[in-house]
């Protein structure tokens, strides 16, 4: 195919045809003018203004860390989206066919620009470089960043002290049990500030995932195994655990509060509870880091039991027939 | 030698003349009631879901989970599935590979032209295209209905509307019949409809394969929809073990529509590659080959390749729900990640057979609009194969917190970052197209240009996401229920409708209404943010997705959420009452190229023929040559057989002349 | 060849325009019936049962837990009863109090026990004194190890109530159609607790009961009206 603007008389109208090198970065200029006025504007306006308060807030070292990310990331996001919309609006106004104008030159500077594509490319490529380097660096530096871990975490606190708390969720609450205070299960997560908590998350059902939205921590619980998750609580105050998971009918209605008190209030705490639940807390079964719920009765007879119907081979070491409860 | 170009020297495959004196047409295939059709479809599934009703009564009715529960789920299986096969043998799909694998030859059916062949199997392109767009809306409508009930839901925090076991119902259904929609809404309509025109072949390489995909697709439609008969299903589309295993008999109806609409989505995969591929007419290099058809063929790599591991899921999932077996319950040996695991690995490139589509409409159609080549062909090309291969490599981005092993995160975390770098390349080529050109705001453009304003959004949100740290925070919330809104409704749908209202004259020959499309377009975009721009915000401020109540101080957002989202679902029936009107009530006739675009497919008369082009065309050019007036045209459409009889790839001008040579067989090579 | 059999020249004849609107409008008909039957499907739910003060400024609440229902659409179903305020056991697990009342709260539960998969909910708590009465006698805790275990629980975890129910024996013949009278085994609690403020507050019992699903919390214990609904609390 032979190149239209070299071949025979040309036969494109003078005037756009002879695109000069300055009209072509006119446009450009007033371009990058407005995006860089609407940036300077834009993203400290943000950074500072909205930046402290974005979610999940500073409670703790991984929510502060996840708000940082965040402002990060808005404050690049920021100016690709306005450098976009920028671009767009002016095209519009410029070049709409009802303003008349020239009609528009095909050929190869119409169909590629090879410095504009490498520019995109690379600029791109960096900026999304960047992005995965920092984030990595993000979820490294606070002991993976409150995100559930595994049973075999990685990315572990500096902290020497470590509380340990096991969340154990079930179709449709979540229980709190506290190794280092004998093992009591409550419905109530109270945690001491400025110690690093490891939250051992576990399920004894189906998929669930716990959600401490002010503690920027969110860790699946699956059945059967353990999901390790750290956050250093820094300030006090009360805040919301939600499922995250979808679990089955009440999942929306699956959440409670909690509360960051002082160490001394959180020791007196603890001792006051496991006073008031000793009783229970001698039935139930020794703590550990998962529990495999006994199919007599707890899977609901959905698997046939290998046991005996009447066998006391059970989890809780009882000697009951299996019921309809 | 005049070349004989009467119509009735075309035949389609199957029924070539063998030379023997022609049999009479027997009987029972003359009559239009006989042959099979959708009633025979209709009445072939309820009779076989009976069989295999019964026949799961027979097998299971004793176990003991049956009687416990009093929910048999082999029945429901055996029933759903064996009403899947009554469906596609009632409509027909059957009876050739019968026929072939007991030796005997279909006699021909006689040809069809009355409005009934859109109710049969066919193998012609353009009505199969017909069926899929009915399929689709049809998809989209009972799914969008659902939707305006789950924001009448979320309208009070505390308010029940629907119980919250109906609720979750409610939402299972819509997210699982939209995303059915979705993996089919452009390829299914507009890529059986477009592809052989746009790449100047007469039939698909495999036609019976895509009716029956087509089919098959309908029947997940009625299977899916008969969860709700069955209890629905409380997992959402995601289907999440072991809350699956432990589901009502809905979820049976999941599994099993699943496996249907995924088989659909292999055949037709399979099919358009093998199209595209091998029927391009002679003169359509890989360089000349429209830009739709590109985005085609990256879906078709992902439509194949990745949806095998969901069948394969399914059918676990069923027989952990049916023969008690483990696979996805940890007390017993599976593992609930198995799940996620599999179901991820097809669910990611899934969402870019939706997304992937949307982009070769928006860089098909803008040149038209804009009068300008398309910028950068080579690198938006290059860009969606890109995505399409790095799709495969990012899917536990979706499972960042469930407890995979940590060192997968930051892996995972930089492939998800490193796919929207070809993902850019739809920016940088249709924001270059749009450099100095002359931009029309015609209808089909004001979709494009709003798809594009949607997908910026939507992906960049998409990197929040990405971001582990961010992630933990904004995981199983409404941020990411905004997200992927905001690239499928947003991207894909838009681009939808944009591909409908620019190809509606050729497909129709009817002229949709100006205002009436505007006004479509104006409510659809301005509702659209409405409703899920405020979602973003909700999801940040501690909203788990799927609830069914939330904290009182989020009411605010999710009422305008709500009342956008009414006035969303209204804006529909500027559409519904468009089209019905121009096609049916009130029609008026479209020229030929309304647009006057350079594309193959604009180059045949309107109503397209049955067999697309007089002649099999000689492609001289790519369709974005605007503002070149030297240039070559695409195609040269009354050309001599020598041309015609050359294999497909190869460029013969040398032979454009008078000269008739060859053996006057104008049937495209089939091979 | 033309798309439809339509007369060729694109006018309309009078008869056929008015018989294109009569179908579209048919079609059109026909969907929204069955969308309007769709919603009022999904819209049913269990019935609202009143409860107000008496004379007395506090409000008596009487539920019964069955082991299998034994009629309707899931007869092998556990289920709850409510017992309204003229004597009839009504279906449902929802129902209304007054708000900052007194409301004491009789249980009937027909059912077995067994040894709970998470002994934390053998805790009696959030009621007056956190205690609850058995058969006349006060209890803290229920070890569900020993003896009948413990059958079903009548739990609200957004005000921490949560109590325990004992089960029957489960050799003995248990009632296996509800609505159950005291001539089948049975075991009554008694509990007292004030209302909170005006709200809706969901309660559910926590014992994985749901027989033939898997963990045993589908079927009943997943479904409004069986094991698992609404306190209503009313300004």
């Given at each position: 195919?032979?190149?239209?603007?070299?071949?025979?008389?040309?036969?494109?109208?003078?005037?756009?045809?002879?695109?000069?090198?300055?009209?072509?970065?006119?446009?450009?200029?007033?371009?990058?003018?407005?995006?860089?006025?609407?940036?300077?504007?834009?993203?400290?306006?943000?950074?500072?203004?909205?930046?402290?308060?974005?979610?999940?807030?500073?409670?703790?070292?991984?929510?502060?860390?996840?708000?940082?990310?965040?402002?990060?990331?808005?404050?690049?996001?920021?100016?690709?989206?306005?450098?976009?919309?920028?671009?767009?609006?002016?095209?519009?106004?410029?070049?709409?066919?009802?303003?008349?104008?020239?009609?528009?030159?095909?050929?190869?500077?119409?169909?590629?620009?090879?410095?504009?594509?490498?520019?995109?490319?690379?600029?791109?490529?960096?900026?999304?470089?960047?992005?995965?380097?920092?984030?990595?660096?993000?979820?490294?530096?606070?002991?993976?960043?409150?995100?559930?871990?595994?049973?075999?975490?990685?990315?572990?606190?500096?902290?020497?002290?470590?509380?340990?708390?096991?969340?154990?969720?079930?179709?449709?609450?979540?229980?709190?049990?506290?190794?280092?205070?004998?093992?009591?299960?409550?419905?109530?997560?109270?945690?001491?500030?400025?110690?690093?908590?490891?939250?051992?998350?576990?399920?004894?059902?189906?998929?669930?995932?716990?959600?401490?939205?002010?503690?920027?921590?969110?860790?699946?619980?699956?059945?059967?195994?353990?999901?390790?998750?750290?956050?250093?609580?820094?300030?006090?105050?009360?805040?919301?655990?939600?499922?995250?998971e979808l679990c089955g009918i009440w999942h929306g209605a699956m959440y409670n509060?909690?509360?960051?008190?002082?160490?001394?209030?959180?020791?007196?705490?603890?001792?006051?509870?496991?006073?008031?639940?000793?009783?229970?807390?001698?039935?139930?079964?020794?703590?550990?880091?998962?529990?495999?719920?006994?199919?007599?009765?707890?899977?609901?007879?959905?698997?046939?039991?290998?046991?005996?119907?009447?066998?006391?081979?059970?989890?809780?070491?009882?000697?009951?027939?299996?019921?309809?409860? | 030698?005049?070349?004989?170009?009467?119509?009735?020297?075309?035949?389609?495959?199957?029924?070539?003349?063998?030379?023997?004196?022609?049999?009479?047409?027997?009987?029972?295939?003359?009559?239009?009631?006989?042959?099979?059709?959708?009633?025979?479809?209709?009445?072939?599934?309820?009779?076989?879901?009976?069989?295999?009703?019964?026949?799961?009564?027979?097998?299971?009715?004793?176990?003991?989970?049956?009687?416990?529960?009093?929910?048999?789920?082999?029945?429901?299986?055996?029933?759903?599935?064996?009403?899947?096969?009554?469906?596609?043998?009632?409509?027909?799909?059957?009876?050739?590979?019968?026929?072939?694998?007991?030796?005997?030859?279909?006699?021909?059916?006689?040809?069809?032209?009355?409005?009934?062949?859109?109710?049969?199997?066919?193998?012609?392109?353009?009505?199969?295209?017909?069926?899929?767009?009915?399929?689709?809306?049809?998809?989209?409508?009972?799914?969008?209905?659902?939707?305006?009930?789950?924001?009448?839901?979320?309208?009070?925090?505390?308010?029940?509307?629907?119980?919250?076991?109906?609720?979750?119902?409610?939402?299972?259904?819509?997210?699982?019949?939209?995303?059915?929609?979705?993996?089919?809404?452009?390829?299914?309509?507009?890529?059986?409809?477009?592809?052989?025109?746009?790449?100047?072949?007469?039939?698909?390489?495999?036609?019976?394969?895509?009716?029956?995909?087509?089919?098959?697709?309908?029947?997940?439609?009625?299977?899916?929809?008969?969860?709700?008969?069955?209890?629905?299903?409380?997992?959402?589309?995601?289907?999440?073990?072991?809350?699956?295993?432990?589901?009502?008999?809905?979820?049976?109806?999941?599994?099993?529509?699943?496996?249907?609409?995924?088989?659909?989505?292999?055949?037709?995969?399979?099919?358009?590659?093998?199209?595209?591929?091998?029927?391009?007419?002679?003169?359509?290099?890989?360089?000349?080959?429209?830009?739709?058809?590109?985005?085609?063929?990256?879906?078709?790599?992902?439509?194949?390749?990745?949806?095998?591991?969901?069948?394969?899921?399914?059918?676990?999932?069923?027989?952990?729900?049916?023969?008690?077996?483990?696979?996805?319950?940890?007390?017993?040996?599976?593992?609930?990640?198995?799940?996620?695991?599999?179901?991820?690995?097809?669910?990611?490139?899934?969402?870019?057979?939706?997304?992937?589509?949307?982009?070769?409409?928006?860089?098909?159609?803008?040149?038209?609009?804009?009068?300008?080549?398309?910028?950068?062909?080579?690198?938006?090309?290059?860009?969606?194969?890109?995505?399409?291969?790095?799709?495969?490599?990012?899917?536990?981005?979706?499972?960042?917190?469930?407890?995979?092993?940590?060192?997968?995160?930051?892996?995972?975390?930089?492939?998800?970052?490193?796919?929207?770098?070809?993902?850019?390349?739809?920016?940088?080529?249709?924001?270059?197209?749009?450099?100095?050109?002359?931009?029309?705001?015609?209808?089909?453009?004001?979709?494009?240009?709003?798809?594009?304003?949607?997908?910026?959004?939507?992906?960049?949100?998409?990197?929040?996401?990405?971001?582990?740290?961010?992630?933990?925070?904004?995981?199983?919330?409404?941020?990411?229920?905004?997200?992927?809104?905001?690239?499928?409704?947003?991207?894909?749908?838009?681009?939808?409708?944009?591909?409908?209202?620019?190809?509606?004259?050729?497909?129709?020959?009817?002229?949709?209404?100006?205002?009436?499309?505007?006004?479509?377009?104006?409510?659809?975009?301005?509702?659209?943010?409405?409703?899920?721009?405020?979602?973003?915000?909700?999801?940040?401020?501690?909203?788990?997705?799927?609830?069914?109540?939330?904290?009182?101080?989020?009411?605010?957002?999710?009422?305008?959420?709500?009342?956008?989202?009414?006035?969303?679902?209204?804006?529909?029936?500027?559409?519904?009452?468009?089209?019905?009107?121009?096609?049916?009530?009130?029609?008026?006739?479209?020229?030929?190229?309304?647009?006057?675009?350079?594309?193959?497919?604009?180059?045949?008369?309107?109503?397209?023929?049955?067999?697309?082009?007089?002649?099999?065309?000689?492609?001289?050019?790519?369709?974005?040559?605007?503002?070149?007036?030297?240039?070559?045209?695409?195609?040269?459409?009354?050309?001599?057989?020598?041309?015609?009889?050359?294999?497909?790839?190869?460029?013969?001008?040398?032979?454009?002349?008078?000269?008739?040579?060859?053996?006057?067989?104008?049937?495209?090579?089939?091979? | 060849?033309?798309?439809?059999?339509?007369?060729?020249?694109?006018?309309?004849?009078?008869?056929?325009?008015?018989?294109?609107?009569?179908?579209?409008?048919?079609?059109?008909?026909?969907?929204?019936?069955?969308?309007?039957?769709?919603?009022?499907?999904?819209?049913?739910?269990?019935?609202?049962?009143?409860?107000?003060?008496?004379?007395?400024?506090?409000?008596?609440?009487?539920?019964?837990?069955?082991?299998?229902?034994?009629?309707?659409?899931?007869?092998?179903?556990?289920?709850?009863?409510?017992?309204?305020?003229?004597?009839?056991?009504?279906?449902?697990?929802?129902?209304?109090?007054?708000?900052?009342?007194?409301?004491?709260?009789?249980?009937?539960?027909?059912?077995?026990?067994?040894p709970l998969r998470n002994q934390q909910i053998g805790q009696v708590s959030g009621?007056?004194?956190?205690?609850?009465?058995?058969?006349?006698?006060?209890?803290?805790?229920?070890?569900?190890?020993?003896?009948?275990?413990?059958?079903?629980?009548?739990?609200?975890?957004?005000?921490?109530?949560?109590?325990?129910?004992?089960?029957?024996?489960?050799?003995?013949?248990?009632?296996?159609?509800?609505?159950?009278?005291?001539?089948?085994?049975?075991?009554?609690?008694?509990?007292?607790?004030?209302?909170?403020?005006?709200?809706?507050?969901?309660?559910?019992?926590?014992?994985?009961?749901?027989?033939?699903?898997?963990?045993?919390?589908?079927?009943?214990?997943?479904?409004?009206?069986?094991?698992?609904?609404?306190?209503?609390?009313?300004?």
């Amino acid at each position: 195919m032979s190149d239209p603007q070299t071949s025979g008389p040309a036969a494109t109208p003078a005037g756009p045809e002879t695109t000069t090198h300055g009209d072509e970065t006119h446009h450009w200029w007033r371009l990058i003018a407005i995006w860089v006025v609407l940036c300077a504007i834009g993203d400290p306006l943000f950074y500072f203004l909205a930046g402290p308060h974005i979610p999940p807030g500073t409670m703790t070292n991984t929510a502060q860390g996840a708000q940082f990310d965040f402002n990060v990331l808005f404050v690049i996001a920021l100016p690709v989206l306005l450098g976009v919309w920028i671009y767009m609006i002016y095209v519009f106004v410029m070049w709409r066919a009802s303003r008349g104008g020239p009609e528009p030159v095909g050929g190869p500077d119409a169909r590629g620009h090879l410095g504009i594509q490498v520019g995109w490319i690379v600029t791109t490529s960096v900026i999304v470089l960047f992005l995965a380097g920092f984030g990595t660096y993000e979820l490294v530096q606070p002991g993976g960043a409150g995100g559930g871990e595994g049973s075999n975490p990685i990315w572990t606190p500096t902290s020497k002290t470590v509380l340990p708390i096991q969340v154990i969720g079930q179709q449709w609450k979540f229980t709190y049990r506290y190794p280092t205070f004998g093992g009591f299960e409550t419905n109530e997560l109270v945690i001491p500030d400025n110690t690093t908590i490891q939250f051992n998350v576990t399920s004894l059902d189906v998929i669930h995932s716990f959600w401490a939205y002010q503690l920027g921590v969110k860790a699946d619980a699956n059945p059967d195994y353990n999901n390790v998750a750290y956050t250093t609580p820094q300030q006090l105050g009360t805040f919301i655990v939600r499922c995250s998971e979808l679990c089955g009918i009440w999942h929306g209605a699956m959440y409670n509060s909690g509360a960051v008190v002082t160490p001394q209030q959180f020791e007196a705490w603890a001792k006051l509870t496991a006073i008031r639940l000793r009783q229970n807390t001698k039935l139930l079964p020794a703590y550990a880091l998962t529990y495999t719920p006994d199919a007599n009765g707890a899977d609901g007879g959905y698997y046939p039991d290998n046991v005996d119907k009447y066998s006391g081979v059970e989890q809780y070491g009882a000697s009951q027939p299996k019921g309809g409860g | 030698m005049a070349i004989d170009t009467s119509v009735s020297q075309f035949e389609f495959p199957g029924e070539e003349d063998t030379g023997t004196p022609q049999r009479s047409i027997p009987a029972w295939r003359r009559s239009g009631w006989l042959r099979p059709h959708i009633l025979w479809a209709m009445a072939g599934a309820v009779v076989a879901y009976l069989i295999g009703h019964w026949l799961g009564n027979v097998i299971a009715s004793g176990y003991t989970q049956v009687q416990g529960s009093g929910q048999n789920d082999v029945a429901i299986v055996l029933g759903l599935s064996f009403g899947v096969v009554g469906w596609m043998t009632g409509i027909g799909a059957l009876n050739y590979p019968l026929a072939k694998i007991l030796g005997y030859e279909l006699s021909p059916a006689p040809p069809e032209t009355s409005w009934v062949r859109y109710f049969r199997l066919t193998d012609d392109h353009k009505v199969v295209g017909w069926q899929y767009a009915v399929g689709v809306l049809l998809f989209l409508f009972t799914g969008g209905f659902l939707a305006m009930m789950i924001r009448t839901q979320l309208l009070s925090p505390t308010g029940h509307t629907f119980g919250p076991g109906t609720y979750i119902e409610i939402v299972s259904e819509h997210g699982t019949i939209m995303m059915m929609m979705a993996s089919s809404a452009v390829i299914g309509p507009l890529g059986n409809w477009l592809i052989p025109l746009m790449i100047g072949s007469r039939r698909m390489a495999y036609p019976r394969v895509e009716a029956f995909s087509f089919w098959i697709f309908m029947s997940g439609y009625l299977v899916i929809v008969s969860a709700l008969f069955f209890g629905g299903f409380p997992t959402g589309w995601t289907g999440y073990a072991p809350l699956q295993t432990q589901a009502s008999g809905g979820m049976d109806a999941y599994l099993v529509g699943f496996f249907a609409i995924g088989i659909g989505m292999i055949l037709a995969g399979f099919n358009l590659a093998a199209t595209i591929i091998n029927y391009r007419a002679p003169g359509m290099s890989w360089g000349r080959v429209p830009i739709f058809v590109w985005g085609v063929l990256a879906t078709t790599a992902l439509l194949t390749l990745a949806t095998p591991t969901l069948l394969v899921a399914c059918l676990a999932g069923i027989l952990d729900r049916t023969a008690e077996t483990a696979f996805f319950v940890n007390e017993h040996g599976g593992s609930s990640f198995l799940w996620q695991n599999l179901f991820w690995f097809f669910g990611h490139p899934e969402v870019y057979i939706m997304a992937l589509p949307g982009f070769g409409i928006v860089m098909e159609i803008l040149p038209v609009f804009t009068r300008k080549p398309l910028f950068a062909y080579k690198v938006a090309a290059a860009g969606m194969l890109g995505v399409a291969l790095l799709s495969f490599f990012v899917w536990q981005h979706h499972i960042f917190q469930s407890g995979i092993n940590p060192d997968m995160r930051p892996l995972f975390m930089l492939t998800t970052e490193l796919i929207s770098i070809p993902t850019g390349f739809l920016f940088l080529v249709t924001l270059g197209t749009l450099w100095k050109a002359k931009i029309r705001f015609d209808t089909p453009m004001l979709f494009c240009l709003g798809m594009l304003f949607n997908f910026l959004i939507g992906g960049v949100t998409g990197v929040f996401l990405s971001d582990v740290p961010v992630n933990v925070t904004v995981h199983g919330s409404f941020f990411v229920l905004a997200h992927f809104h905001y690239t499928i409704m947003g991207g894909l749908i838009f681009a939808m409708f944009a591909g409908f209202y620019y190809w509606f004259p050729k497909i129709t020959g009817k002229t949709l209404n100006r205002k009436l499309s505007k006004w479509h377009f104006w409510t659809f975009f301005i509702f659209f943010n409405g409703t899920f721009f405020p979602l973003f915000l909700v999801g940040l401020l501690g909203q788990p997705r799927r609830v069914f109540m939330y904290a009182p101080n989020l009411q605010t957002l999710n009422d305008i959420s709500s009342i956008s989202a009414y006035c969303l679902g209204a804006s529909f029936f500027f559409f519904i009452i468009n089209f019905v009107w121009s096609i049916y009530l009130n029609p008026h006739p479209a020229p030929s190229n309304p647009w006057n675009s350079l594309g193959l497919e604009w180059q045949t008369p309107t109503p397209v023929p049955w067999f697309n082009f007089e002649h099999i065309p000689v492609i001289l050019n790519d369709p974005y040559h605007y503002g070149e007036p030297d240039a070559a045209p695409v195609a040269d459409l009354g050309l001599t057989l020598a041309a015609v009889g050359a294999p497909a790839g190869s460029v013969d001008h040398q032979d454009l002349g008078t000269g008739v040579e060859g053996d006057g067989d104008p049937r495209p090579p089939i091979l | 060849m033309v798309v439809s059999g339509r007369s060729g020249n694109g006018g309309l004849t009078m008869a056929s325009s008015a018989w294109k609107v009569t179908v579209t409008v048919i079609v059109f008909a026909v969907m929204a019936v069955g969308a309007v039957i769709l919603v009022i499907n999904l819209l049913g739910s269990p019935p609202t049962v009143n409860f107000t003060a008496d004379n007395s400024g506090q409000v008596n609440v009487t539920l019964q837990a069955v082991g299998s229902y034994g009629s309707g659409d899931h007869p092998t179903w556990v289920s709850y009863l409510v017992k309204s305020s003229d004597g009839q056991w009504v279906h449902t697990t929802v129902f209304q109090v007054p708000q900052h009342v007194r409301i004491n709260v009789t249980i009937y539960n027909y059912d077995s026990g067994s040894p709970l998969r998470n002994q934390q909910i053998g805790q009696v708590s959030g009621t007056n004194g956190n205690v609850a009465l058995l058969n006349g006698k006060a209890f803290r805790v229920i070890n569900s190890n020993n003896g009948n275990g413990v059958g079903h629980t009548f739990s609200i975890p957004s005000i921490g109530l949560n109590v325990p129910l004992y089960g029957n024996n489960g050799n003995a013949n248990l009632c296996a159609a509800a609505p159950c009278t005291f001539s089948s085994p049975h075991q009554i609690e008694k509990f007292s607790f004030t209302s909170p403020g005006s709200g809706s507050y969901r309660w559910q019992c926590f014992v994985p009961c749901g027989l033939g699903y898997l963990f045993g919390n589908g079927g009943p214990m997943s479904t409004l009206g069986y094991m698992g609904g609404f306190m209503q609390v009313e300004a």
